[in-house]
T-cell receptor, first 112, second 119 residues
Framework: AQRVTQPEKLLSVFKGAPVELKCNYS??????LFWYVQYSRQRLQLLLRHISRESIKGFTADLNKGETSFHLKKPFAQEEDSAMYYCALSGLWNFGNEKLTFGTGTRLTIIP | DTGVSQDPRHKITKRGQNVTFRCDPISEHNRLYWYRQTLGQGPEFLTY????????KSRLLSDRFSAERPKGSFSTLEIQRTEQGDSAMYLCASSLGDRGPSKPNEKLFFGSGTQLSVL
């Protein structure tokens, strides 16, 4: 079974401070991990995916298969980072298993 | 707006009534997904279409739920004999997918959702 755990429901960080949103997963196959973000009054949208190895809006996330983690990090928080963040999991190369399994989300608030 | 469109945005109904939601995906997208989100939870997968074919249904989807995508374009999600536990945000998403073995899962584009309240 697929499972995604985001242990923090709420996280408050001062502007300019580093941010880390935790995500752990459980999956028996090869996982594909994503971070989705929902800003206030906007739609859920993809922030980044591990397979692209990209940095979006200063955020990065590294897949650690040993620790089954995919934590989201940013060295210096900005006020516009305040949003709801969801970690999500799918099976890589596993068509027929296209669905995403989401975590419960972490609401990040950046304190000015 | 050329994104995923969902209608209605809000629906209030009485227990036992039937409701139907519509989703219009991004026009060239061949894959369409329905998710449900309750308060304090992340979205939960309900069902998925590749063109007009419904390829997967979650065990969450009871017999009261049915989804269609008749021409491989828009989709409808119907809930019969609604229950209070059906109250949730119903999200639609679409993607342009290639089912070839070398392609990973594609990026999903979500709609704004339909908020269902069952009284």
């Amino acid at each position: 079974a697929q499972r995604v755990t985001q242990p923090e429901k709420l996280l408050s960080v001062f502007k300019g401070a580093p941010v880390e949103l935790k995500c752990n997963y459980s999956y028996s196959g090869s996982p594909e991990l994503f971070w989705y973000v929902q800003y206030s009054r906007q739609r859920l949208q993809l922030l980044l995916r591990h397979i692209s190895r990209e940095s979006i809006k200063g955020f990065t996330a590294d897949l650690n298969k040993g620790e089954t983690s995919f934590h989201l990090k940013k060295p210096f928080a900005q006020e516009e980072d305040s949003a709801m963040y969801y970690c999500a999991l799918s099976g890589l190369w596993n068509f027929g298993n296209e669905k995403l399994t989401f975590g419960t989300g972490t609401r990040l608030t950046i304190i000015p | 707006d050329t994104g995923v469109s969902q209608d209605p945005r809000h629906k209030i109904t009485k227990r036992g009534q039937n409701v139907t939601f519509r989703c219009d995906p991004i026009s060239e997208h061949n894959r369409l997904y329905w998710y449900r989100q309750t308060l304090g939870q992340g979205p939960e997968f309900l069902t998925y279409f590749q063109n007009e074919a419904q390829l997967e249904k979650s065990r969450l989807l009871s017999d009261r739920f049915s989804a269609e995508r008749p021409k491989g374009s828009f989709s409808t999600l119907e809930i019969q004999r609604t229950e209070q536990g059906d109250s949730a945000m119903y999200l639609c998403a679409s993607s342009l997918g290639d089912r070839g073995p070398s392609k990973p899962n594609e990026k999903l584009f979500f709609g704004s959702g339909t908020q269902l309240s069952v009284l």
